[in-house]
C-alpha cells in the first residue's frame, strides 16, 4: 500500500518536500517580540531603579517598574533583584520628560499632549565585562488626548502610567529584538 502511494508520488517529490520542511523549520525565522538579540549566557538581568534626573513625581519608580514588567512578560530572562546573581545589569538614566500641548478644544482648553520622554540606556554583560547595548538618548514619544471634560492635571498620572508602559515595550524590543 505504502509502496504504492510512493511510486505514484515519487521518492523525489518527497524527499524535496522533506527537504522544504526542515528548511522551513531551520531557517530562523520568527515572530516579532519572539526573539532575543541577547547572549546565549544571559539568564539572570538586574535592573535597579532608573535615576531620574527630571522635576517629574515618581517618573522613575513608573518607567521601572513598567520595564520589569514587560522583560518579565517576554519571558526571555529571569530578573533578580541581586546584582550578584546577575549576568547583566540594565541602568536607565531619565533624562527628559516633555508634555506640550499641542491641540485645544473650543474652550480653550488643551485636550492633545505631545509627550516625550529621553532616557540614557546601558545593559552591561556582568560575566564579560562589557556594554551590550547602549543608547544615550533613547526617544520615546506619542500625542496624547485627553478625555472630554477632563483637563491634562486630573489625568496625568493615568498618561504617564500608559506612557510608561508602551515606553517599556518599546525599549525591551529595542534591546531583545536588536532593532
Known amino acids: 500500500m505504502f509502496y504504492d502511494f510512493f511510486s505514484k508520488v515519487g ?5 524535496f518536500l522533506l ?3 526542515f528548511f ?3 531557517c530562523g525565522y520568527h ?3 519572539t526573539g532575543s538579540s541577547l547572549p546565549a549566557h544571559i539568564k539572570k538581568i538586574n535592573i535597579p531603579m532608573f535615576k531620574n534626573l527630571t522635576h517629574r513625581f515618581e517618573l522613575d519608580v513608573k518607567l521601572t517598574r513598567k520595564v520589569i514588567d514587560e522583560m518579565i512578560a517576554r519571558g526571555k530572562v529571569e530578573i533578580t533583584g541581586d546584582v550578584q546573581s546577575a549576568d547583566a545589569i540594565l541602568i536607565g538614566e531619565i533624562i527628559s520628560f516633555e508634555a506640550t500641548p499641542i491641540a485645544f478644544s473650543g474652550e480653550g482648553q488643551a485636550d492633545r499632549y505631545y509627550i516625550a520622554i529621553v532616557a540614557e540606556i546601558r545593559l552591561r554583560d556582568l ?3 562589557k556594554i551590550i547595548f547602549s543608547n544615550p538618548n533613547f526617544v520615546y514619544q506619542e500625542q496624547y ?3 472630554p471634560g477632563k483637563d491634562f492635571e486630573t489625568v496625568q498620572t493615568e498618561a ?3 506612557v510608561a508602559e508602551k515606553f517599556a515595550r ?3 524590543i529595542t534591546i531583545l529584538e536588536g532593532f
Open 24 to 26: 522551513f523549520l531551520e
Open 145 to 147: 488626548e485627553v478625555p
Open 160 to 162: 504617564i502610567e500608559k
Open 31 to 33: 515572530l516579532r517580540g
Open 127 to 129: 560575566i564579560n565585562r
Open 19 to 21: 527537504f522544504l520542511c
Open 170 to 172: 518599546s525599549l525591551v
Open 11 to 15: 521518492m523525489k517529490k518527497i524527499f
